[in-house]
Structure formats: C-alpha cells, structure tokens
C-alpha cells in the first residue's frame, strides 16, 4: 500500500445519512450504526439518522 488516496472513481460509495450523528444510538458522523443491545454494527444507518441527514440537507 502507498498510502496514496483512491480515485474518485474506485472510493467506496457512504451512505448519506453517515454525514449527521445518530440521535438512536450515539455513533458520530462519519460512523457506522451499531445495535444499541449488542454493540455490533448495522448494514445501514437508523431510519431516524436517514432522516435527519435527509432533513439536514433539504
């Protein structure tokens, strides 16, 4: 690895609603949410962050 950034073309798409913190269970911006019961990661933001990110943006 050279430490080099990505092109534009080869990043990795984020999810909109990563751009807001999650209000439901406290991950920062940029993070991914986790349950809050077992502290493992979702495959996609809370619907409230979504939400709040849509909101955010409008």
Same mark, same amino acid.
């Given at each position: 690895?050279?430490?080099?950034?990505? =092109?534009?073309? @080869? &990043?990795?798409?984020?999810?909109?609603? @990563?751009?807001? =913190? #999650?209000?439901?269970?406290?991950?920062?911006?940029?993070?991914? #949410? $986790?349950? =809050?019961? $077992?502290?493992? &990661?979702?495959?996609? =933001?809370?619907?409230?962050? $979504?939400?709040?990110?849509?909101?955010?943006?409008?």
């Amino acid at each position: 690895m050279t430490g080099a950034p990505r =092109p534009a073309g @080869l &990043r990795r798409n984020t999810h909109p609603g @990563l751009a807001v =913190p #999650c209000s439901r269970c406290g991950a920062g911006a940029g993070r991914p #949410c $986790t349950v =809050p019961a $077992t502290g493992q &990661r979702m495959p996609a =933001p809370h619907p409230s962050r $979504t939400d709040a990110a849509a909101e955010r943006a409008a």
